[in-house]
């Protein structure tokens, strides 16, 4: 009885420190908090005390922190000990494993890009491909740091994935299993090379530890070659540091201009990210390509550029990823990462979508300028393209060759030439999305019209009265 009463009174201890730890103003409500939590003592109880089997108290509350966080965002997370010490080294320049960019969309554990080189870019995982099972583990209600966890090891090792691609009618369908062998590379971030009519080209991958560095040096080399015009191709961009974003934006852009903000239910959350000096490339012609791979870093620089009017952008509109986490350590090892605030970009335009909340899907990302709808297939050959430069310890860079059609490139192309007005490529983007749901619109009509002539009930032969004789 001593033991039952040591034990309910440790959880009313642990339940009211998780209270008072995570939520400082809950007892604003008190009432009504107070009544819930002693149902949540109650459901405790009644589990230790008669479960089929027998149970651990501190597995069941650890459950519960981790739902009660795991209700919040996609983002907000309570650590294990073993997750709060990896999350230390999640923005290195370097990586192990499979190479994937990862994030979770819909409740699904969804590939953002995989990095190039890696054994998942070479075994075709493609973006938007959602990873199912992993090792025959469901990823169902499984948090994205969990997930990752499982496809990490030692090099060498192999990890068995279950993937399902989007289809052309919108449905999924799960491909064949792969088995990828785990490995370290380095992938390059940032490729250069200069088009026609002197317009340097940039992409870049992702924001590592030696993204700008990476940049500033491609920058130089374009420059030397007469460079008189940019496009900066952030489409897959997954994002990665936020000094890396507020860098790159100080190199367009002029003195005391506003690149970024972030904004919470405190005032202390409040944050600036402003220029403080002269751009060294202020004045150069620039577009920006994005697209619904780009997303965190790569949309806090096209969101300062494109309301700064200092570039245009053009593309699909980007991810919305864009909140501020904040990690704090707690008793025994373990830490709480949780959204704090969210991101702005200089004229109050949230980044972030809600992808929880349906009714709220035109919200948030990075809508272009200058629209322009790719066919899917096209736009992965075009990305499997730009994305063969690898640099692997030992060996030399691979250097792409670029023959596939890039729709996107090409508007981009002809507005720095001066042979596309923004007025004239949003015009034709209009007509070319009016077009599109127009013939969406009749296909639908046009199938339904066939299904009902396939449904429609036949008229029954009549029958013919017997014969009869003339007299």
């Given at each position: ?204 991958v992702d924001f590592s530890g030696h993204t700008i560095e990476a940049v500033n040096k491609a920058l130089k080399e374009l420059k030397k070659q007469g460079m008189q015009s940019l496009v900066l191709d952030l489409r897959f961009n997954p994002g990665g540091l936020l000094t890396g974003a ?226």
């Amino acid at each position: 009885m001593k033991d039952k009463k040591l034990n309910t009174w440790a959880v009313v201890a642990a339940v009211m420190f998780f209270m008072g730890t995570l939520f400082p103003y809950a007892y604003a409500s008190a009432d009504g908090g107070l009544r819930k939590i002693r149902t949540f003592i109650d459901v405790l109880e009644y589990v230790k005390e008669n479960y089929v089997e027998s149970t651990d108290s501190d597995k069941l509350i650890n459950g519960a922190i981790k739902g009660v966080v795991g209700e919040l965002d996609d983002f907000s997370q309570y650590l294990e000990p073993k997750d709060y010490k990896e999350l230390k080294n999640e923005t290195r320049g370097d990586f192990g494993g499979l190479g994937i960019r990862l994030q979770m969309v819909d409740g699904y554990v969804t590939v953002m890009s995989p990095m190039p080189g890696t054994p998942a870019f070479k075994a075709g995982v493609m973006p938007g491909d959602r990873i199912i099972f992993v090792d025959d583990r469901d990823l169902k209600d499984m948090k994205l740091d969990e997930a990752v966890d499982l496809m990490r090891g030692e090099v060498g090792t192999k990890v068995k994935l279950t993937l399902s691609r989007k289809a052309e009618n919108g449905e999924y369908k799960n491909l064949p299993d792969l088995t990828l062998k785990r490995q370290k590379i380095v992938p390059e971030v940032v490729y250069s090379r200069m088009l026609a009519h002197k317009i340097g080209y940039v992409y870049v991958v992702d924001f590592s530890g030696h993204t700008i560095e990476a940049v500033n040096k491609a920058l130089k080399e374009l420059k030397k070659q007469g460079m008189q015009s940019l496009v900066l191709d952030l489409r897959f961009n997954p994002g990665g540091l936020l000094t890396g974003a507020v860098d790159m934006a100080k190199l367009f852009m002029g003195d005391k201009q506003m690149i970024v903000y972030t904004q919470g239910r405190k005032k202390e959350f409040y944050q600036e990210f402003k220029t403080n000096a002269k751009a060294p490339y202020a004045d150069i012609p620039m577009v920006v390509l994005v697209n619904q791979g780009s997303a965190s870093a790569s949309e806090i620089v096209s969101g300062a550029l494109q309301d700064n009017k200092r570039a245009v952008i053009a593309g699909q509109r980007s991810f919305g990823k864009a909140s501020v986490q904040q990690v704090l350590p707690l008793s025994g090892g373990a830490g709480l990462r949780l959204t704090i605030a969210k991101y702005y970009t200089p004229a109050g335009r949230l980044i972030q979508r809600n992808y929880r909340d349906k009714s709220k899907a035109d919200e948030g990302g990075i809508f272009p300028d200058i629209e322009v709808e790719v066919d899917p297939e096209q736009e992965i050959k075009v990305f499997m393209q730009y994305n063969r430069v690898v640099y692997t310890p030992g060996q030399k860079a691979q250097l792409p060759e670029m023959t596939e059609k890039d729709p996107v490139l090409d508007k981009a192309v002809l507005y720095l030439t001066g042979k596309l007005t923004l007025e004239q490529a949003q015009k034709e983007a209009a007509e070319a999305k009016a077009a599109k749901e127009a013939a969406k619109t009749k296909k639908a009509a046009s199938k339904k019209e066939t299904q009902g002539k396939k449904s429609a009930p036949k008229a029954a032969p009549q029958k013919q009265a017997p014969a009869q004789d003339k007299k």
